[in-house]
């Protein structure tokens, strides 16, 4: 009886899912090492590279090893890192004075990296966080019961242009102050450094899958602190007016590039970025969404390379122009065959 059944169908979809190569033609969304950034973090000294309990198989490199790394994901063909610094907690203080440092770990980190591999596009975070002894991510008013907007938005342009001036291609706000891609547009262009990018954290969420990030630089004081959370600057998860707002003004105040974060748990968002500016669109895979890949994977609950495949290309569908994620340069070596 069954066997008989025919359906009269003119449209039938599979026909184009029949082969490998006719699956290829159709194929509407490509991943290529050219849309990665590598985020790194890089510690004093030249101890071995230090795995990051929370995140398998990323580092926190000297400056010896962390050139190494660099070299080989620009010969993977991924074209930009993310350089955060880890400190020691003793050099932190309240004001996260070490952020204007000129000898600054991550400065070093920035000229050692340009100096050994001049083609790959470099960027580093502005803001506070990996240096203030609360873990915020700008410096707090006298009351101690807010992060102080204007005056953190003073000291981030001042850090810009240490970063424009050790070399860095790309600086990215990651602090979620009011008016800091304005103001770090105007204190670039005065410092002679019109030519310098801002790649903006606009819409940045306040997530719980920072956790393992926080981890890795140590900042997750301010995570913990009740009285004043994250929540009073990054966005709320429920958010997404809220979160195209962010954005456009960040285009306004001069953003060439503009972010989202997280991304796996945020591709309506990225979409809604993408229809409405013509700059190019970024998205972070966050350190917990890393984490979770890795956990499910090494349990052999996930099978590691295609669920890494399938995030990071649900990320590009959506409408990223790029992602930062720390499988960039696994990711990479896969897509090139190695
Ligand atoms: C901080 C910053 C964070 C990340 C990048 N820059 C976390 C935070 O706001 O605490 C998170 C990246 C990740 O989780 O992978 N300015």
Redo the contacts with the bound molecule.
């Keep these: 009886m069954d066997d008989a059944f025919k359906l009269n169908l003119v449209q039938r979809p599979r026909r184009l899912r029949r082969t490998a190569s006719l699956r290829a033609m159709v194929e509407e969304t490509v991943l290529r090492p050219a849309d990665f950034i590598a ?1 790194l973090f890089v510690v004093e000294g030249d101890a071995a590279p230090e795995e990051i309990n929370s995140m398998p198989g990323v580092f926190r490199f000297g400056l010896a090893d962390l050139v190494k790394e660099c070299r080989e994901i620009q010969a993977a063909g991924v074209p930009a890192v993310a350089l955060f610094p880890k400190l020691d907690p003793k050099l932190k203080d309240d004001e996260g004075s070490l952020a204007l440092d000129e000898n600054a770990l991550v400065l070093r980190a920035v000229r050692a990296v340009k100096a050994a591999v001049p083609e790959l596009t470099i960027l580093t ?1 502005v ?1 506070l ?1 990996p240096y203030t002894s609360h873990g915020h ?1 700008g410096v707090l008013t006298a009351e101690r019961d807010d992060v102080d907007n204007d005056r953190t938005v003073g000291i981030l342009a001042r850090m810009a242009v240490l970063q424009a001036r050790a070399g860095v291609d790309v600086v990215a706000p ?2 979620m102050m009011d008016g800091r891609v304005g103001a770090i547009r105007a204190a670039l262009d005065a410092a002679g450094f019109a030519g310098k990018a801002i790649m903006a954290y606009s819409a940045k969420f306040n997530s719980g ?2 956790g ?3 981890e890795a630089v140590g ?1 997750a004081q301010a995570a913990g602190t009740r009285l004043l959370s ?1 929540a009073t600057y ?1 966005l709320n998860p429920a958010n997404r007016r809220e979160a195209i707002q962010e954005a456009l003004l960040d285009e306004g105040e001069g953003a060439d590039m503009i972010m989202v974060k997280p991304a796996g748990l945020y591709l309506d968002i990225i979409r809604d970025v993408r229809e409405r500016t013509q700059k190019p669109v970024a998205a ?1 895979q ?3 969404e890393y984490a979770q890949i890795q956990a499910a994977a090494r349990l052999g609950w996930l099978d590691l390379a295609r669920c890494r495949h399938e995030s990071l290309l649900a990320i590009k569908r959506a409408g990223a122009d790029m992602i930062l994620t720390y499988f960039a340069k696994e990711m990479a070596k896969a897509l090139r065959g190695a």
């Design positions: 985020p975070d803001a966080d991510d990651s602090d899958y920072y393992p990030f926080r900042s994250k990054q972070y966050i350190s917990g």
